[in-house]
């Protein structure tokens, strides 16, 4: 995955932590005994411990590819020996869609890798993409309802006077805006909620 998301920030954690913890990491599926993978298809005969992110979920308007990624992640649940997910919310849509018993995995960020910052007074938005969930109306709405507050965000209306539009930007820099903010901005409909650690870790308010 090339983007700067939630599933990213798993993989990482895993190549760091895994080797700590006794398990050898090989370059490809042909030389592991087990095979980890996120949110999309592998083709192969080795144990498969599947973790689902979650899907692009019924009640908004998604683009064909994503119906594929969901027809993907479906099937390899059903070929994995064992699937985790980021809260007990997405282990209950396994469950009641797929009878899936999958194992809830939280998410979890190390704390020295977080200290408070200075509060520079701007209230924060910020996601990767934009998409039907990942959308940042409500930040634009909010924004005319306070003309005298600042806004800072990756993606949104940089017609506003105040509000000011990074675009998207990489992990080192997304944590400097947040370690910075007044107040995060939280409302898109999380199925683990990374940045939602990160910004208590970071001693930054979470409105959402």
Request: with cysteine; aromatic share 10%; hydrophobic share 40%.
């Amino acid at each position: 995955e090339q983007g700067e998301g939630g599933i990213r920030r798993v993989w990482e954690a895993q190549q760091k932590y895994l080797p700590e913890y006794g398990v050898d990491l090989v370059d490809s599926a042909d030389r592991a005994d087990v095979v980890a993978v996120h949110a999309d298809e592998l083709k192969t005969t080795k144990p498969v411990a599947f973790h689902c992110h979650g899907l692009y979920w019924r009640g908004f308007e998604w683009e064909r590819w994503c119906h594929d990624a969901n027809s993907k992640i479906i099937r390899m649940i059903k070929r994995a020996s064992v699937t985790s997910t980021p809260s007990d919310w997405v282990r209950n849509a396994l469950a009641r869609g797929m009878l899936i018993d999958s194992t809830t995995l939280y998410h979890g960020i190390n704390i020295s890798d977080w200290e408070h910052g200075t509060n520079l007074g701007y209230i924060l938005w910020s996601k990767n993409r934009v998409d039907p969930i990942c959308t940042p109306e409500p930040l634009n709405k909010l924004a005319k309802l306070c003309p005298d507050r600042g806004f800072l965000t990756t993606f949104g209306n940089a017609d506003l006077d105040n509000v000011t539009v990074t675009g998207r930007v990489n992990h080192e820099k997304s944590k400097a805006f947040l370690r910075n903010a007044a107040v995060y901005l939280a409302t898109t409909m999380e199925t683990g909620g990374i940045t939602l650690l990160e910004s208590y870790a970071a001693g930054v308010p979470v409105v959402g």
